[in-house]
């Protein structure tokens, strides 16, 4: 479907024109029809002579009503200049075009009308003029009188190259239909309208509200009128939703596909139109059918960090427009840089990122994002409108191939490092190498792992890290005859504090497998118990604690423990009398 939105100066017949080219009386408020000016949108449709359909948004010319004509004209990809052959181009005429052009309005047509008053020949000529320096100008122009119907065949003809011309929109990808009227239908409950430029909407489609993020489930549709079960873009839509109540939802709002879209209130732009410098600190900011105030901040020549009341799903790419509605005076156009732009706090943060968004244009770039940002969720990347090709270095995360390589080399000097501090260790924390490199997930930390760096138990050493650290090695060399000859005589804490082993060297004895905990301070060395077993067997069964402790050369202290352990391990069995016997013997 053809969507177009016209454009002109106060009562120079647009409404007229759409109402010769659709026969439709375009549903709009008593008042207006009683005041004979559009105040606010009007919509109509008709068949073209190929078949296309063709649906007008039909928008108001008064400069009062600028920002409705912009809601109008915001979501709409073509549009139509209507200027009249006997008054020619008008104050209006200028601030539509001006709007149409910051905007990037490429698709469209000039119709001078009234040609039967008028001569249009000059007027056509006067606003071709105009139009060729703006984003219109390459459009055909027709002259047409509304009221003898004279050039209106020509008029359709046009619609329908211009139809034809029209790149196809894309019927994958999330939905962002900004609503541009809502109202109550007796029986139906909250209807909104829009212009639905890309994906699909279908009954039962789950949508949320943007801001409040209020989950909407879409209850019918009305396609030019008709009811449907589906509707692809582009095309005019009307949706009644329900679980939304009417005063929820209102012109500016967008409806959205659930985790599509990311809401901003900060956003880096270019600006096409009146030098950066000279914008005043608040404007107000027209993007689809919203109107927000923003507060500006300029970077450099021609970028801008804009701050929003309040946020907005807008995508890298989208175009808007600055407008200062004390001066009704379009300010600029503006494209959307980046959606989830740095803070800039230190000096010199606003010349540094100016120098960074000089070489953005506004078309999503997958490679160059990866290259500004390092690391991103893929998530981020689609709900700003990047398309995420390649695969995640882990659970969602891409990374750009040189960023996540300097990764790799500062965990392993930040590993190196901690052994040099922490000897006793077996490899650094992942939390603490979280923290050191600065990531946002520990999950990344334990991608970033790579030969000869190994994970064990939330640790990340080097692949011999469960070897014994070498004041460890040194201390239990002192004791090595001792631990051999009398293997089960667990060494005393001040005899253990004289070779230097304290209490986190022999937990690293303990992890690395040299001594056996066997309670608090009962330390044996690990081989003990399958010493121990082979002993208690040379004596006539069942034997005594006691007889135990003499042939193990030990004291209570040792013996009770020890047996207790052999016995969960199965290797000796207690018996009622307390008498054990060594299983299997
Ligand atoms: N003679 C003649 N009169 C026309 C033609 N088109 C519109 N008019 C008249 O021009 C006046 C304004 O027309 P509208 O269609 O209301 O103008 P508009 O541009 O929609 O006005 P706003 O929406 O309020 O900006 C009306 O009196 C129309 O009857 C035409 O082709 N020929």
Avoid at 10 to 34: I, Q
Wanted: glycine content about 10%.
């Amino acid at each position: 479907m053809l969507v177009v939105a016209t454009a002109g100066h106060v009562d120079h017949g647009k409404s007229t024109l759409v109402r010769a080219l659709t026969g439709m009386e375009p549903d709009r408020w008593a008042e207006e029809r009683r005041r004979g000016m559009t105040i606010d949108l009007g919509f109509a449709w008709t068949t073209l002579p190929s078949g296309a359909t063709v649906a007008f948004v039909d928008v108001p010319g008064h400069e009062r009503f600028v920002p409705n004509m912009l809601a109008g004209v915001g979501p709409v990809p073509a549009a139509m200049v209507v200027v009249a052959a006997d008054e020619g181009w008008m104050p209006q005429s200028a601030e539509h075009l001006a709007a149409l052009d910051a905007l990037g309005v490429a698709y469209g047509l000039l119709v001078v009308t009234r040609a039967d008053l008028a001569d249009p020949g000059p007027v056509l000529e006067h606003a071709g003029a105009h139009l060729a320096a703006t984003s219109l100008r390459d459009v055909e122009a027709v002259a047409v009188s509304a009221v003898t119907g004279a050039g209106l065949p020509q008029l359709r003809a046009a619609l329908d190259r211009l139809a034809a011309r029209l790149p196809t929109a894309s019927t994958d990808g999330p939905v962002r239909l900004w609503v541009d009227r809502s109202f109550t239908m007796r029986g139906s409950g909250t209807v909104v309208t829009g212009t639905l430029g890309a994906g699909e909407l279908r009954v039962g489609t789950e949508l949320v509200v943007a801001g409040s993020g209020e989950p909407v489930r879409v209850r019918g549709l009305h396609r030019l009128g008709q009811p449907c079960e589906q509707v692809g873009p582009v095309a005019r839509v009307a949706v009644n939703l329900r679980g939304v109540a009417r005063d929820r939802i209102a012109r500016g709002d967008a409806l959205l596909t659930p985790d599509g879209f990311a809401s901003t209130d900060l956003v880096d732009v270019r600006l096409a139109g009146d030098p950066a410098a000279d914008l005043p600190a608040t404007l107000t900011l027209h993007v689809g059918s919203a109107a927000v105030p923003v507060r500006v901040r300029p970077l450099g020549v021609d970028t801008l960090r804009l701050r929003l009341a309040r946020p907005l799903p807008l995508l890298i790419g989208d175009r808007a427009l600055l407008r200062d509605p004390g001066r009704h005076h379009v300010a600029g156009g503006v494209t959307v840089l980046d959606v989830a732009p740095p803070p800039l706090r230190r000096r010199g943060a606003a010349a540094a990122r100016a120098a960074v968004l000089a070489g953005m244009d506004g078309r999503p770039d997958l490679a160059g994002e990866l290259r500004r940002r390092g690391l991103v969720r893929a998530a981020d990347l689609r709900r700003a409108g990047v398309p995420v090709t390649g695969a995640p270095v882990c659970g969602g995360w891409l990374a750009d191939p040189e960023h996540w390589r300097q990764l790799g080399r500062r965990l392993a000097d930040a590993v190196a490092d901690h052994a040099r501090r922490h000897p006793l260790e077996p490899g650094a924390p992942v939390e603490v190498l979280r923290q050191r490199l600065d990531l946002p997930d520990r999950a990344l930390v334990e991608a970033l792992v790579r030969a000869p760096l190994r994970l064990a138990a939330g640790r990340v050493g080097t692949a011999d890290a469960d070897t014994l650290p070498e004041p460890v090695a040194r201390a239990l060399a002192l004791l090595r005859e001792e631990l051999t000859t009398r293997p089960f005589r667990a060494p005393e804490a001040d005899r253990l504090a004289a070779v230097g082993l304290g209490t986190r060297e022999i937990g690293a004895a303990v992890r690395a497998g040299v001594l056996l905990r066997l309670t608090g301070n009962v330390l044996l060395p690990s081989g003990a118990p399958q010493q121990a077993v082979r002993v208690l067997a040379t004596l006539p069964q069942p034997f005594t604690l006691s007889a135990a402790r003499q042939a193990l050369d030990t004291t209570r202290r040792v013996a009770v423990p020890l047996l207790e352990l052999l016995d969960r391990q199965g290797a000796t069995r207690r018996l009622p009398d307390d008498t054990r016997m060594v299983v299997g013997r």
